[in-house]
C-alpha cells in the first residue's frame, strides 16, 4: 500500500472517531430546562401579559440569538383541576455550563435594550404577578 492511502485512511478513521465521541458526550449532556410558573393577580392580566410578550419573550430571543440558550417558550395555561399558575416560562439551555452562565448572559442582552424593561400603566412585576414555584429539569425525551 502506499503511504499516502495510509495517511489519508488514519485521518478518515480518526475524524470519525471524534464524531462518534462527541457524539457520545452530547447524548450523556441532555438540555437543562428552567421552568417558572406564575400566577397573574386578579385583574391584571392585562399588565403581565404586555410584561411577558415585551421584556421576556424580547430577551429570550435575544439571548436564542447569541446562543446563550437553546430555546424557550411561554405557555398561558387552560384548564386545571386546581388552578395554580397562569403561565409557564420555560427556557431550555444546551448545557450546564450555558445554564451557568444564565445571569451573566441575561446581563448582557437586558443591558443591550436601551431603556430597559417595557412596562403597562407603569407596574411593576409585584403589582401584577407572583411566582408559584421555580423548576430546573431535563428532557428525557429530547434526542441530541
Known amino acids: 500500500m502506499n503511504q499516502h492511502y495510509i495517511k489519508r485512511t488514519v485521518v478518515v478513521v480518526i475524524t470519525m472517531a471524534?464524531?462518534?465521541i462527541s457524539e457520545g458526550f452530547a447524548q450523556a449532556s441532555p438540555g437543562i430546562w428552567?421552568?417558572?410558573?406564575?400566577?397573574?393577580?386578579?385583574?391584571?392580566?392585562?399588565?403581565?401579559?404586555y410584561f411577558y410578550e415585551n421584556n421576556w419573550l424580547v430577551f429570550r430571543e435575544a439571548a436564542q440569538k447569541e446562543g446563550y440558550i437553546k430555546s424557550f417558550r411561554l405557555i398561558r395555561t387552560g384548564k386545571q383541576d386546581v388552578p395554580q399558575f397562569d403561565l409557564m416560562l420555560m427556557t431550555e439551555f444546551a448545557d450546564s455550563a450555558s445554564f451557568k452562565k444564565m445571569e451573566e448572559n441575561f446581563g448582557i442582552v437586558m443591558g443591550a435594550r436601551p431603556g430597559g424593561a417595557r412596562f403597562l400603566n407603569e407596574l411593576r412585576p409585584r403589582d401584577f404577578m407572583e411566582f408559584v414555584n421555580s423548576i430546573e429539569g431535563t428532557d428525557l425525551a429530547a434526542k441530541q
Open 34 to 49: 428552567v421552568i417558572d410558573l406564575v400566577r397573574i393577580k386578579p385583574g391584571k392580566e392585562k399588565e403581565a401579559l
Open 18 to 20: 471524534c464524531f462518534q
